[in-house]
């Protein structure tokens, strides 16, 4: 996790993001390839992922929840 360079980016709100606020927000950088972050607490530090792991991820929980 880190806590630098991010505070600008253009952040994007998961869609499976739930009514109460519960959300995650991603968005793509140089550095790590993928950040991501609590939308509660957008100025803790995030997440940081290369792409290849991020989407394996994203796929096998985007399959879950069909």
């Known amino acids: 996790m880190h806590k630098h360079g991010h505070s600008s ?9 739930g ?3 519960e959300c ?3 968005h ?3 550095a790590c390839n993928v ?3 609590d939308s509660k607490r957008p100025a803790a530090p995030v997440l ?3 792409r290849g792991p991020w989407h ?3 796929s096998v929980l985007g399959a ?3």
């Not at 980016?9 to 998961?14: D, L, N």
Request: net charge positive; charged share 25%; aromatic share 10%.
């Open 48 to 50: 940081t992922f290369r």
């Open 35 to 37: 950040a991501v972050r």
């Open 28 to 30: 793509s950088c140089a």
């Open 9 to 17: 980016a253009s952040w994007r709100r998961s869609t499976y993001s």
């Open 19 to 21: 009514v109460n606020g």
């Open 64 to 66: 879950r929840s069909r």
């Open 24 to 26: 995650v927000e991603a």
């Open 56 to 58: 394996a991820l994203t």
